[in-house]
């Protein structure tokens, strides 16, 4: 049976692969995509999706690449 760990890993993966990039790198489109799934709904008065577009995705995206790199299993 898979940890929850596991549970989250993939389901990250999943995300980062929604946009056809790898799954350890997160493209804004599936950044866009995850906040959207998971925290519009309960958030929307705050608009996060602006926000992560806006502040959280530039900020934590690797310097200089168009993807936040998400590291795995180590």
Known sequence: MASGG???VAKFEEFCTLSGG???EMQ???V???VKDCLEKDYKKYDVKSICDASVFPTCKEKGKPYVFLLTGQ
């Open 6 to 8: 596991d549970d989250l």
């Open 22 to 24: 790898k799954k350890n």
């Open 28 to 30: 804004s489109k599936a």
């Open 32 to 34: 866009g995509k995850m």
